[in-house]
């Protein structure tokens, strides 16, 4: 991501009250953010909706097709975190 797109991003949850940004106290111009006690509740909402979303995708894809596509899902996610 680019810092522009990081610094949308923090704004866009900060408006929301999903983070609290605080100076980084080794780097004048840089901040720090913390979750707040709502993004913890909206992190559990979505965990809580999971198995239904699952339980959707095989419906449609059948059981192979979304047992390969969350294997996708998977190795993208651990090249993404490179």
Not at 5 to 24: G, I, K, M, S
Not at 32 to 41: H, Q, S
Not at 70 to 76: G, H, M, S, T, V
Request: proline share 7%.
């Amino acid at each position: 991501m680019t810092n522009q797109a990081v610094c949308e991003l923090v704004r866009n949850l900060e408006a929301h009250a999903c983070v609290t940004p605080v100076p980084d106290p080794t780097d004048g111009r840089g901040e720090l953010v913390t979750p707040t006690p709502r993004a913890d509740e909206v992190v559990a909402i979505a965990r809580g909706l999971v198995p239904e979303l699952e339980r959707r995708i095989s419906d449609v894809l059948g059981t192979d097709r979304a047992a390969a596509l969350r294997e996708d899902l998977e190795a993208i996610r651990r090249v993404a975190r490179v």
